[in-house]
């Protein structure tokens, strides 16, 4: 089924987050804009720091004051708005409707109470299920995400599981009340790879079975790669490039992403080959440049870079394919 024809599930429209330090407001998240379709997993991407996890705590209304704020734009979640909702409607919604993989699970998990206690919870406040059958279904999800002897296993706390059982109670966390939309932040980052593989496997497999849209926040290339249908590209605090993972991958056109893709080890490259790393930092979101934030690293940079950041325009011969840039990179002369 093509992207147009699914349901959107949350459509986020010019977010700005903002956070009011003493050294000065950090721009966070400066406009962005994007759609999840129902069934559909999407993947963002960048450098830490570009707002991949802040945009996500946002929706989520989890932006902690102060001295973090919201000051622009909204996040609608079927059709109402993450942002403007009352206190208690989002406590409501959150589990229910949306849920949140947080990127380390032990920091994540109540460290005194046992896995059963925390897993029944949300299944007997947003599913009205009786403690018996909150328990049930604790060990039922347990069981979905691949945790051995499940029943038993709910009597212990999150110390006695290791890091990938641990995530993996996450997840089931995250899917307790079969939410419309889940969001994994770095789900793999603390995991060796082998687990890794697991967890994704796990993540795409409850995507296919349960129609669960997901959103995987990460800076694994490979992992949007394998998983995501549609990629957001993100550079300080803004979307750069947009559009279906394949088309990304075969045919990138922000010198960002080109940038990204250059610099990830291939299997295919020639023996002795060396990666292609982005020179520079990322700049001080308290102190953005003029113009384009990327131009200072970008090889393709004219003056114009410096004047007008671009807007979001599609992709000339491209149909779902969006990107922030002056420069058609495929004709450009490369900076020396």
Known sequence: MATEQ???????????????????VVKAVDGVSYKVHEGEIVGVVGESGSGKSVTALSVMRLIPWPPGKVENGSAELNGQDMITMSNEDVLNVRGDDIAMIFQEPMTSLNPVLTIGQQLSEAVETHMGKSKKEGWERAAELLDMVGIP???NRLHDYPHQFSGGMRQRVMIAMGLSCEPRLLIADEPTTALDVTIQAQILELIQKLNKELGTAVIIITHNLGVVARYADWVNVMYAGRIVESGPADVIYAQPRHPYTVGLLASVPRLDSDRGSKLDPIPGMPPDLMNLPSGCSFRARCKFAIDKCAEEYPPMELVSGEENHHKACWVDITTATVRN
Do not use: H, Q
């Open 6 to 24: 699914r349901k959107v599930v949350l459509d986020i429209k010019d977010l700005v987050t903002r956070f009011y330090t003493a050294d000065g």
């Open 149 to 151: 002897d499940a029943a």
